[in-house]
């Protein structure tokens, strides 16, 4: 079975908190643990650009064979151009 490593990234105008990687062994004690975790701004436009940014750094120093990022996002880019040309 291969070995899976999940992280989280909370942003809102600016990555805000981050779960590495290597924190948690599951994704239950990953969701289990999420809310305590990320810190939410709910005044704060949405840093799409700064959390795929922040996402691809995570992922350089990860040693896995397949890497795969979920973004949810309200769709409302603070910088358009910016998340574009980073995906």
Avoid: H, W
Avoid at 9 to 18: A, D, H, K, N, Y
Avoid at 22 to 31: K, P, R, S, V
């Amino acid at each position: 079975m291969p070995t899976v490593k999940q992280g989280a990234i909370g942003f809102g105008t600016m990555v805000m908190s981050v779960i590495g990687l290597d924190e948690y062994d599951t994704y239950l004690t990953l969701y289990i643990n999420f809310y305590d975790t990320i810190q939410f701004e709910p005044q704060q436009t949405t840093g799409t650009f700064a959390a795929l940014e922040r996402g691809t750094l995570e992922f350089r120093g990860a040693d896995v064979a397949e890497k795969y990022m979920v973004l949810i996002t309200d769709g409302r880019s603070d910088n358009p151009s910016a998340t574009t040309a980073v995906c």
